[in-house]
């Protein structure tokens, strides 16, 4: 692994685009010349001095830039710098994400719970089906007279959340909102994308498929009496490392919350408006899931603030349930983010009033317990289309560029030229799909200014993400040369396989990962607190909310850089 003591070349370990910015990053502080080798013949085709020795200031790391940027011609190459033991390898190709891009959605197969993933679809990661979910029981916080403690529900299918086995709605809400407002952003590019999935030939784009396994979960998770959501479907405490198949405690459905349900209407809303295009492959989908969304809503109307706080509930009710919480407790954001896709979507004044009530109340990137700019991304889309007029999407223009500046300045700041570590605040637990939701915000300021700054910045923090950062990793699992090998996810650890299932996105550098799971880290400061091993829930999880923005970013930049 990288460190200030042992210099080495960082830079996106998948490679660049032909007509896009080019840069690697030396530590060390030392350096003093590069050269860049074409693999194909052994010829050097640039050579020059690193620039600058800066202190990075997220980490004690002393970096140098090299630019590269006027090499364009297609092909594979080698960044070679004299006192470095290995260069830095990547690619030039005009879709030079694409694979993954498309593994990163096909990840998303790998954590689907109730199936078996078969050979010809999964290669060597088949296994049988994980989790039925099919006689789920009503915990006593969940309990009403309809359905009261200990009846058994149904609810199956849906993702595994993470390197857990189990479902929580929260979660699944943002990683459903973002993966329909990539399709909603680039139809083009996912109407072409193929993953190998069982439902490649049925007429609905692969990812929207993917986005369905999860979408008939979601429906089964609401209360068909009374409109409410479940936060999730979940053991009493963790599993141990074993696979799917192999994992049947008993499962309960819990308490149902306002943060679930909105979250629930918002994904149902956009969900209608999406499918609505298949309704000869899906009768009836578009229609239901509008109603589940209006029951969700008005269900909040009934219940506007009721947290799920997970140590309350376990003082009152047994079994006590020590599963992730998702706990959040403010739902402004979830109120205007269920508004904006029920105004689009349906057009009705009564959801417009929503969303003038809570727009102040947004204004930080996305993250599951902040999912108001999902909603205001959403504005931006239909900017110009009805029923938004200009009063609604103006503000949110104004805030969305405002922060995108601020990125992009902080990057400028920042040793490794990437938006993500403009602040030391970043590294939090999951920072990886901090580095990829700023990559989304950054997109959305493109998309309202045109101006190339920002998908730059965008790019830079794909970069970032594939290789370009104080830890010498690219944190997609089976992409890069130096990868993450090791995640905190059950299957890739039980299933006696070397390699970890592919597409996953790692949780990244975490400021605080050292007291949250106890591991041992060899590199602790802020921007380098990531260890490769299965042991670091904190800094090596996965999980699919932070998958989905990776999805966003890289299949954005596959669309977008080569127009
Ligand atoms: O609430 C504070 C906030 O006030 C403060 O500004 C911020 C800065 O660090 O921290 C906030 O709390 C953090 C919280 O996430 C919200 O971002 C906690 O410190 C942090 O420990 C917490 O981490 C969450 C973790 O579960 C532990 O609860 C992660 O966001 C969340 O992604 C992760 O999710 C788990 C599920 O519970 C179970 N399944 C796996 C999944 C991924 O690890
Ligand atoms: O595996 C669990 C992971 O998905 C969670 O993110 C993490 C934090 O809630 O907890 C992990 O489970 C650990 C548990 O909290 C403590 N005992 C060890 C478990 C990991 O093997």
């Known amino acids: 692994q990288v460190s200030a003591q042992q210099p080495a070349v960082l830079c996106n370990q998948i490679g660049f685009y032909p007509n896009g910015p080019k840069k690697a990053i030396v530590t060390g502080g030392k350096a003093e010349r590069f050269y860049i080798v074409n693999l194909a ?20 790391l ?10 364009t011609k297609p092909g594979h190459y080698k960044i070679v710098v004299p006192g470095i033991d290995s260069p830095a390898y990547f690619s030039v190709d005009p879709t030079i994400h694409r694979e993954a891009a498309a593994a990163a959605v096909k990840g998303y197969y790998f954590q689907r719970v109730s199936m078996p993933l078969d050979k010809q679809y999964a290669g060597i990661w088949a296994r049988p089906a994980g989790h039925p979910d099919t006689s789920i029981i009503i915990h006593a916080s969940a309990a009403t007279a309809k359905r009261p403690e200990g009846a058994v529900i ?14 929580y709605i929260v979660n699944s809400g943002i990683t459903m909102g973002t993966l329909l407002s990539a399709y909603e952003d680039f139809p083009d590019y996912f109407d072409s994308l193929s993953t190998n999935i069982p439902e490649s030939k ?9 986005v369905l396994y999860n979408l008939r979960w979601m429906l089964t998770m609401q209360d068909p009496y009374d409109g409410g959501v479940y936060n999730k479907c979940t053991n009493a405490g963790f599993d141990g490392i074993i696979m799917p198949d192999a994992a049947n405690k008993p499962r309960y459905v819990v308490q149902k919350g306002t943060a679930a349900t909105l979250d629930f209407a918002a994904v149902t809303a956009q969900a209608s408006r999406v499918f609505a295009k298949y309704k000869k492959q899906l009768p009836g989908l578009s229609d239901s899931c509008l109603t589940a969304s209006i029951k969700a809503w008005n269900w909040s109307i ?25 706990g ?26 929503a969303v003038k009530k809570y727009s102040d109340a947004v204004n930080v990137l996305p993250g599951w317990p902040d999912v108001g700019m999902l909603g205001s991304f959403s504005l931006i889309r239909f900017a110009s289309k009805r029923p938004l007029g200009k009063d609604m999407s103006q503000p949110v223009h104004a805030l969305v560029l405002r922060l995108a500046n601020e990125l992009t300045e902080g990057s400028k700041r920042n040793a490794f030229c990437t938006p993500m570590g403009g ?25 309202i200014s045109g101006e190339e700054k920002y998908l730059h910045g965008a790019l830079a923090n794909l970069d970032y993400l594939l290789g370009r950062n104080a830890t010498g990793y690219s944190f997609l699992t089976g992409f890069g040369k130096q990868s993450t090998k090791h995640p905190h996810h059950r299957p890739s650890m039980a299933d006696d396989i070397d390699a970890p299932v592919p597409g996953l996105l790692a949780g990244g550098p975490n400021s605080k990962a050292i007291v949250q799971d106890k591991c041992e880290y060899r590199f602790t400061e802020a921007e380098t607190m990531y260890t490769d091993v299965a042991c670091s829930y904190a800094s090596n999880e996965i999980a699919i909310n932070w998958n989905a923005p990776f999805v966003y970013l890289a299949a954005a930049m596959e669309a977008l850089m080569n127009k």
């Open 423 to 447: 602040k030391k605040t970043d590294f939090i637990w999951g920072s990886n799909a901090v580095a990829a939701n700023q990559g989304w915000l950054l997109v959305n300021a493109y998309f």
């Open 41 to 60: 013949d052994a010829k050097e085709v640039s050579a020059g001095k690193p620039e600058g020795v800066v202190p990075s200031s997220n980490s004690s």
């Open 154 to 167: 149904s609810t199956p299918g849906g993702w595994y959340d993470a390197g857990d086995y189990n479902k």
């Open 302 to 326: 009934e219940n506007p603030a009721l947290a799920y706080n997970q140590d309350l509930m376990n003082k009152t009710f047994k079994p006590e349930i020590s599963t992730g919480g998702y």
């Open 62 to 71: 002393q970096c140098q830039e090299i630019v590269f940027t006027g090499l």
């Open 328 to 353: 959040d407790r403010s739902f402004k954001d979830e109120w205007y983010w269920a508004g904006v896709e029920l105004y689009i979507t349906t057009g009705k004044d009564l959801y417009a009033e």
């Open 202 to 210: 049925n007429g609905i784009p692969d990812l929207l498929d993917e």
